[in-house]
T-cell receptor
Framework: SQQGEEDPQALSIQEGENATMNCSYK?????LQWYRQNSGRGLVHLIL?????REKHSGRLRVTLDTSKKSSSLLITASRAADTASYFC????????????FGTGTRLTIIP | DAGITQSPRHKVTETGTPVTLRCHQT?????MYWYRQDPGHGLRLIHY???????DKGEVSDGYSVSRSKTEDFLLTLESATSSQTSVYFC?????????????FGEGSWLTVV
């Protein structure tokens, strides 16, 4: 099973609205990362949040991490058409291996 | 843009033939990775390298081998391609381990095994 599970699987909102995506995971982590993937392209790193951090911001992006609930959320404020993409969370474990475990992603569509 | 080039970008091959995908990076990153992306599975790690000639298996390594003879190049070989290996393959690099470093991805290689 996937370590990271995004919710919802798909989300459509009007341009200008905020978009929130959630990620749940199962085991202890060192950090959690969010990536964006445009159709037919590679993944682009958005934010890395470490296990001892609770919130991080980058421009219009806000990521929260709740290790007690093993969950994270990605908030995109004032959405734009260019934000249309798939968003993935990925977790790095505490067990010293190099495995970054990805969820299956949230497909975000911004309606102009 | 981390200067990652994958080749070929698209390939159709026949079952049973060997296939090699190449990843070339210009960032002098120590770590390199091969992932595959399939619907319903997200990205899964095939193999990774933590230095020249230093490689290790990921979670879906069966049927794949890798080699890294130079810092900048990481090759993924399908010894005898099967239809289950039809997928999109992504190379990635990082300056250090995933526990503290950003991973940069290439644009992907679409492989179809018929």
């Amino acid at each position: 099973s996937q370590q990271g599970e995004e919710d919802p699987q798909a989300l459509s909102i009007q341009e200008g609205e905020n978009a929130t995506m959630n990620c749940s995971y199962k085991t202890s982590i060192n950090n959690l990362q969010w990536y964006r993937q445009n159709s037919g392209r590679g993944l682009v790193h958005l934010i890395l949040i470490r296990s001892n951090e609770r919130e991080k911001h980058s421009g219009r992006l806000r990521v929260t991490l709740d290790t007690s609930k093993k969950s994270s959320s990605l908030l995109i404020t004032a959405s734009r058409a260019a934000d249309t993409a798939s968003y993935f969370c990925a977790t790095a474990s505490n067990f010293g291996n190099e495995k970054l475990t990805f969820g299956t992603g949230t497909r975000l569509t911004i309606i102009p | 843009d981390a200067g990652i080039t994958q080749s070929p970008r698209h390939k159709v091959t026949e079952t049973g033939t060997p296939v090699t995908l190449r990843c070339h990076q210009t960032e002098n990153h120590r770590y390199m990775y091969w992932y595959r992306q399939d619907p319903g599975h997200g990205l899964r790690l095939i193999h990774y390298s933590y230095g020249v000639k230093d490689t290790d298996k990921g979670e879906v390594s069966d049927g794949y081998s890798v080699s890294r003879s130079k810092t900048e190049d990481f090759l993924l070989t399908l010894e005898s391609a099967t239809s289950s290996q039809t997928s999109v393959y992504f190379c990635a690099t990082s300056d250090g381990p995933v526990s503290g470093n950003t991973i940069y991805f290439g644009e992907g290689s679409w492989l179809t095994v018929v």
